[in-house]
């Protein structure tokens, strides 16, 4: 690999995640991994790292509960009907505090759906997934080089925070090819050690990875201690990019794949001199409340583009200032907005709330 | 001063969570008698996960791991791939491994992981109130069934160990029983076997344990310890059903 | 009859300890037995039985009457679900049973 490669969404992931040192993928095949799924089935064996196929996605789940216990850095990556199989083991993931990183490769649905980008596992994502009072730390990358930086930052984040992070993308960003500077390779080796990790009882006490604790105080101290650690990652691991904030009338909030539509469009109105700015979280949990903050006077209204029919809308809507409406354009099951479908929706929002 | 008998060393000093005359406490003693002598307990890591042997973690000194019902053996593959050198075994119910958990217990099997699965056959579900089990035998009164398991309406048992052999190439499979001394002293040869089968590299290993549930069955122990022996054995035999090119006789 | 000090096993709670023939001992933690009474049935001399005390979680845990039949063939602790029973012999030279 060179200093700036031409690479696909996919396998700037991939590569990206095993220089981060994780050596450890399991899966199962689900359109549209499949290839970042191929890109680590090639990749893992070349550096000596496992790949595994395995039975489904509860049993990938479960085996990298057991790589992550042993204090490897390990992945899966799944979509939509994958990723709800396997929200019993992000639950007992995080109920036992181990790392790693799950990636959803989102695809229109409910149920089976069909193969079209969709954003429409946010609130699946976001509000934990499983059962139980837990959360995972969601990333949405919006082009190939966040899907190779964010894929790199979230092991450092799961290992931080004994925790396992989710990243949120489609099949578009999966697929398409931009220019990525990747980093370094680690030897996971370096890794700062996991004293926690089930290894083998020689020379220390034995070590226990529990999902379910003994005692009912036991429980309710892991919640509390949970909830503290949660706590602490809104305050401090809150990601997000805006811009044109200042004076704008009207701010279009967007993440991934919708934040690169919503982008051109909102560029298109600027130049006509209508005044908006954008927000484009990439944390979406924790969602960027942040953001939301700054005296913003002159914001007369929200404008929430994603491929679903209302869910990223819910957080926008807690966030903001109670006085701001939020209007939303989007629906989920595949429907996919064109620059010209938001500039429009963008105008009419604009023309119905700001001055102009 | 000899020692006779004494409580394996890998073993705590925890008292059991069983109820009185379950035969799980002399499963877990066998298990840890066999990593007392073949002197692994350095490199032992367990996996136990729901069912009544959820607690049995304390039961043990060495590093163990709970996780969520059925999925040890994909847990143990996921520990096994990231620690060659370790020694992992899963501890199962018969729910575990023969309803939620048969996919990754047979995958296991088949991808002949190099772990250690022994699996509790005791035809019902104790730790949530005595339900039926894939295991439970046509006629045994469960609560899922109070009239007696009907093939007609809920099919026909399941005989691990059979099945486990047929797909997994390198293995070692065995059926055994708890349920009185001689039969306890040939689990132990299977325990031992199983894990010299993993020490040697030679595959996937899995032991079957007929064990007694007073409780569940509604009976009193000494009679559950006459069940076994008079009903269960005749729809589970015991004996090896595998042995892998590699491990003596 | 030699005295049974507790402190020549460590770590025990609720100890109960049997007597002494000759050399072999056998050790039934009366706190970890449940009266499951697997022990006295596979007992081939029929010295264990169930106590009429119980133990501090009501079950009448079981009891070697008369271990002056005991032979050490470890039935009992073989097959004790608790992990309670424990044997050894003291004195070597006497020994019938080696273990």
């Known amino acids: 690999m060179g200093d700036i490669d031409l690479l696909s969404g996919n396998e700037a992931l991939g590569e990206s995640a095993i220089r981060a040192g994780c050596l450890f993928f399991y899966g199962y095949p689900i359109t549209p991994q499949g290839e970042l799924f191929e890109y680590m089935a090639r990749r893992l064996p070349e550096v000596g790292g496992t790949f595994l196929q395995s039975e489904s996605e509860i049993a990938a789940i479960s085996m990298v509960y057991g790589t992550a216990a042993a204090g490897k850095r390990v992945m899966t990556a799944s979509s939509g009907p994958g990723i709800s199989l396997m929200q019993e083991g992000v639950s007992h993931l995080a109920a036992a505090q181990l790392p790693c990183l799950i990636v959803n490769v989102m695809r229109a649905g409910p149920g089976l759906g069909r193969v079209r980008p969709s954003q429409a596992d946010y609130l699946q994502a976001t509000r934990g997934g499983g059962h139980g009072d837990y959360r995972a730390i969601v990333l949405a990358p919006a082009s190939a080089q966040e899907m190779a930086d964010l894929a790199f930052e979230a092991f450092t984040l799961a290992d931080k925070y004994r925790n396992p992070v989710m990243i949120l993308c489609d099949g578009m960003l999966g697929q398409m090819m931009e220019p990525v500077a990747l980093a370094d390779p680690i030897d996971p080796n370096q890794l700062p050690p996991k004293p926690w990790a089930v290894t083998g009882a020689k020379d220390r006490e034995r070590n226990l990875v529990l999902a379910a604790p003994y005692t009912d105080e036991e429980l309710i101290a892991l919640n509390l201690e949970l909830k503290s650690k949660y706590e602490s990652i809104e305050v401090q691991e809150a990601r997000w990019e805006s811009h044109s904030l200042d004076g704008a009338e009207l701010v279009v909030v967007a993440f991934g794949t919708s934040a690169r539509i919503s982008e051109d469009a909102v560029l298109k109105a600027r130049k006509e001199g209508l005044k908006v700015g954008l927000i484009r979280p990439i944390t979406l949990w924790p969602f960027p409340k942040q953001a939301f903050n700054a005296p913003q006077k002159k914001i007369q209204a929200y404008l929430v583009v994603e491929m679903n029919a209302g869910q990223m809308l819910q957080d926008v809507l807690l966030a903001k200032h109670s006085d701001v409406p939020a209007y939303h354009f989007g629906l989920g099951g595949g429907w996919v907005p064109s620059t010209q479908d938001v500039y429009r929706k963008l105008v009419e929002v604009y023309e119905r709330k700001c001055s102009l | 001063m000899t020692k006779l008998f004494t409580r394996p060393s890998s073993m705590s000093d925890a008292a059991t969570p069983y109820c009185p005359g379950c035969t799980h406490g002399i499963a877990h003693r066998l298990v840890g008698e066999a990593i007392d002598e073949l002197g692994i307990f350095e490199k032992v890591i367990g996996i136990v996960s729901a069912g009544c042997s959820v607690r049995s973690w304390r039961l043990y000194r060495f590093d163990m791991v709970l996780t969520a019902h059925g999925r040890s053996p994909a847990v143990a593959t996921g520990i096994k791939r990231a620690l060659p050198d370790s020694f992992v075994f899963a501890y199962q119910g018969d729910g575990d491994s023969a309803a939620i958990g048969l996919a990754e217990l047979m995958h296991a099997a088949l991808r002949c992981e190099e772990i250690t699965v022994f699996t509790i056959n005791n035809a019902v579900y104790g730790a949530t109130g005595g339900q039926a089990a894939p295991t439970t035998l046509i006629g045994q009164k469960t609560t899922s069934y109070p009239s007696g398991r009907d093939p007609s309406y809920a099919g026909y048992p399941i005989n691990m160990a059979e099945v486990i052999a047929s797909v997994s190439k390198n293995s070692y499979v065995a059926r055994v029983a708890l349920n009185n001394v001689g039969n306890i002293l040939k689990a132990k040869n299977a325990v031992i076997r199983a894990f010299k089968t993993q020490e040697k590299g030679l595959g996937f290993s899995f032991v079957e344990m007929l064990s007694a549930c007073p409780i569940g069955w509604q009976m009193a122990p000494l009679d559950s310890l006459k069940w076994i022996e008079e009903k269960m054995i005749q729809q589970y035999p015991l004996g090896e059903f595998k042995v892998p090119k590699g491990l003596e006789p | ?99």
């Open chain 3, 1 to 99: 009859m030699t005295e049974k000090p507790f402190a020549a096993v460590a770590n025990r709670s609720a100890q109960r300890w049997d007597e002494e023939l000759g050399n072999i001992c056998v050790y039934i933690n009366a706190e970890l037995c449940k009266a499951c009474g697997y022990c006295s049935h596979v007992c081939p001399k029929e010295i264990i039985q169930l106590s009429a005390e119980t133990n501090s979680k009501g079950y009448h845990y079981a009891l070697v009457r008369d271990i002056g039949k005991c032979t050490g063939c470890r039935f009992c602790a073989i097959i004790c679900p608790e992990v309670a029973i424990e044997m050894e012999i003291v004195n070597r030279a006497t020994a019938q049973l080696e273990g």
